[in-house]
């Protein structure tokens, strides 16, 4: 498969691609789809991570944003994602990987070391997932202003065309 970039009426050479898929391709979602479903079979087999009402919830997934969800610290999981980047030759990006502790008090904080195969993952204040921000406490006002604020600009733009 070969690919090229488009950008203001230029086009560039033609490249091969070798690995992934094609940014803005038709089929690149489906592909990522096939591709990432046995990560997130992994994750629900596993054991580990959280479960409501007998329904695995450890792991949803947008497009390529992962969350994962446990009760207390599961490396496992982390393991997991490491080891199946390591064999289908993916790389986390690290600066774009968090750790989000909810429901802890600021003074009682221990000192944690986060990693995700040989990097280290901050530990964050705060997080935003599929554009909406959440804090350590997960407060819904916040959560909802935030939300309806997107919602309204969306609605106003698509109004607009």
Same mark, same amino acid.
């Given at each position: 498969m070969s690919s090229c970039v488009k950008n203001r009426g230029h086009t560039s050479k033609w490249f091969p691609i070798?690995? $992934?898929?094609?940014? $803005? $391709? +038709? !089929? !690149?979602? #489906?592909? %990522?789809?096939? %591709? #990432? +479903?046995g990560l997130i079979n992994a994750l629900e087999h596993s054991g580990l991570g959280f479960c409501m009402y007998g329904l695995n919830v450890n792991s949803p997934t947008v497009a390529d944003d992962m969350i994962l969800i446990a009760f207390s610290n599961h490396d496992g999981m982390m393991k997991i994602c490491y080891d199946y980047s390591c064999k289908w030759r993916f790389e986390y990006n690290p600066s774009k990987c968090a750790v989000k502790v909810f429901n802890e008090q600021r003074c009682s904080r221990p000192e944690r070391i986060w990693t995700l195969g040989r990097e280290t993952i901050q530990e964050a204040e705060s997080y935003t997932h599929l554009g909406l921000k959440c804090d350590r406490n997960m407060s819904s006002g916040a959560l909802m202003c935030e939300a309806s604020s997107k919602m309204r600009g969306t609605l106003n733009s698509s109004c607009r065309t």
């Open positions: 070798r690995q $992934g898929t094609r940014q $803005g $391709g +038709n !089929s !690149s979602p #489906i592909c %990522y789809l096939v %591709y #990432i +479903n």
